[in-house]
């Protein structure tokens, strides 16, 4: 076990796979002399040269457009979109040709390919660099969308998402890239569509994605002091959905909040709370409660982008109200 930050964590499976196997390599802009814009990629071009690490123009539509071709004839591209916020730019290339080869060739075609995207706010990036989309991906069949928490998700489900025979978009927040934790130094795989329960309890359970399960966990063991058991769920991946761990954690402690980065109106919350009321009406004691992003464009104030966004009070305040009624 060695203690990685997150940046640090996603270097080394790529470093590992491509070790592995000849058909992974990297694309995008500044990936190879540069590092990649969060350093996320720094030395794997000195080691596995300019062929492998592919510096690329400034062309969303491009990078993306050459990943799906080159997964199409059989290598395994790992894509980097510097920010997730300019999707829009790439959104053909994936939506309508990686998403629907395998389907529209009758299962003869695959696309393994990966796009690597950094997202969500906390560092003054405003409007057009802090966005997270991950409502919009979760919608289009065809794409795996992958979140991670922690440095150690983050290692095991990217070497899973290279490995995988389908689109994987994986989502890297900005802020997590930062954060350390305790990750195996050997190569191992976390299945994408398992959830993880971070921490055990019986009185409410709280779906969190991305750094919003630090929040979340931060705020169950204040709660603890309280006398209020709160257990903590991480999808880890959003599309596929662990829809059986959820309903089982709800099942348990009758009460259900949903917290995500992203705006509340249309986001992936709103298909959690559904699948559960669907799914598990009946053993539900209250109120499913959302926190997330008001519906407006993300503030450069740093203290209107800290209002803007999820926090540890939030929560607690969430829980406590869930408990009276």
């Given at each position: 076990?060695?203690?990685?930050?997150?940046?640090?964590?996603i270097?080394?499976?790529?470093?590992?796979?491509?070790?592995?196997?000849?058909?992974?390599?990297?694309?995008?802009?500044?990936?190879?002399?540069?590092?990649?814009?969060?350093?996320?990629?720094?030395?794997?071009q000195?080691?596995?040269?300019?062929?492998?690490?592919?510096?690329?123009?400034?062309?969303?539509?491009?990078?993306?457009?050459?990943?799906?071709?080159s997964?199409?004839?059989?290598?395994?591209?790992?894509?980097?979109?510097?920010?997730?916020?300019?999707?829009?730019?790439?959104?053909?290339?994936?939506?309508?040709?990686?998403?629907?080869?395998?389907?529209?060739?009758?299962?003869?075609?695959?696309?393994?390919?990966?796009?690597?995207?950094?997202?969500?706010?906390?560092?003054?990036?405003?409007?057009?660099?802090?966005?997270?989309?991950?409502?919009?991906?979760?919608?289009?069949?065809?794409?795996?969308?992958?979140?991670?928490?922690?440095?150690?998700?983050?290692?095991?489900?990217?070497?899973?998402?290279?490995?995988?025979?389908?689109p994987?978009?994986?989502?890297?927040?900005?802020?997590?890239?930062?954060?350390?934790?305790?990750?195996?130094?050997?190569?191992?795989?976390?299945?994408l569509?398992?959830?993880d329960?971070?921490?055990?309890?019986?009185?409410?359970?709280?779906?969190?994605?991305?750094?919003?399960?630090?929040?979340?966990?931060?705020?169950?063991?204040?709660?603890?002091?309280?006398?209020?058991?709160?257990?903590?769920?991480?999808?880890?991946?959003?599309?596929?959905?662990?829809?059986?761990?959820?309903?089982?954690?709800?099942?348990?402690?009758?009460r259900?909040?949903?917290?995500?980065?992203?705006?509340?109106?249309?986001?992936p919350?709103?298909e959690?709370?559904?699948?559960?009321?669907?799914?598990?009406?009946?053993?539900?004691?209250?109120?499913?409660?959302?926190?997330?992003?008001?519906?407006?464009?993300?503030?450069?104030?740093?203290?209107?982008?800290?209002?803007?966004?999820?926090?540890?009070?939030?929560?607690?305040?969430?829980?406590?109200?869930?408990?009276?009624?």
């Amino acid at each position: 076990m060695s203690n990685m930050m997150m940046s640090g964590a996603i270097n080394n499976a790529l470093k590992l796979e491509m070790e592995r196997d000849p058909n992974v390599f990297l694309l995008g802009i500044d990936v190879g002399f540069y590092g990649g814009v969060m350093g996320v990629t720094a030395g794997l071009q000195k080691q596995f040269g300019k062929k492998r690490v592919r510096d690329t123009p400034i062309s969303e539509s491009a990078i993306i457009g050459a990943a799906v071709g080159s997964a199409a004839m059989g290598l395994r591209p790992v894509a980097e979109l510097m920010f997730m916020d300019f999707i829009g730019v790439m959104l053909d290339q994936l939506m309508n040709q990686a998403a629907k080869m395998r389907y529209m060739f009758g299962g003869k075609a695959s696309i393994p390919m990966v796009m690597r995207t950094c997202y969500g706010a906390g560092i003054g990036a405003a409007a057009q660099h802090s966005q997270s989309l991950e409502a919009l991906l979760m919608h289009i069949p065809g794409i795996k969308v992958v979140m991670p928490s922690t440095p150690c998700d983050a290692k095991g489900l990217m070497i899973s998402a290279i490995r995988d025979n389908n689109p994987v978009v994986f989502m890297e927040h900005k802020v997590l890239y930062f954060t350390d934790g305790e990750v195996p130094d050997e190569s191992y795989t976390i299945p994408l569509g398992v959830a993880d329960v971070k921490r055990e309890g019986t009185d409410v359970t709280i779906v969190a994605t991305g750094q919003t399960v630090s929040f979340s966990l931060s705020a169950a063991d204040k709660l603890a002091a309280d006398g209020i058991s709160v257990e903590v769920v991480d999808p880890r991946t959003i599309s596929p959905l662990d829809e059986a761990t959820i309903l089982e954690s709800v099942k348990k402690t009758n009460r259900l909040i949903i917290v995500h980065e992203a705006v509340q109106f249309g986001g992936p919350g709103a298909e959690i709370a559904a699948m559960v009321s669907e799914k598990a009406f009946d053993h539900l004691d209250a109120p499913i409660t959302r926190i997330a992003a008001p519906f407006c464009p993300i503030p450069f104030s740093p203290k209107l982008e800290r209002a803007f966004l999820p926090n540890e009070n939030r929560i607690m305040d969430a829980v406590k109200k869930l408990m009276a009624r």
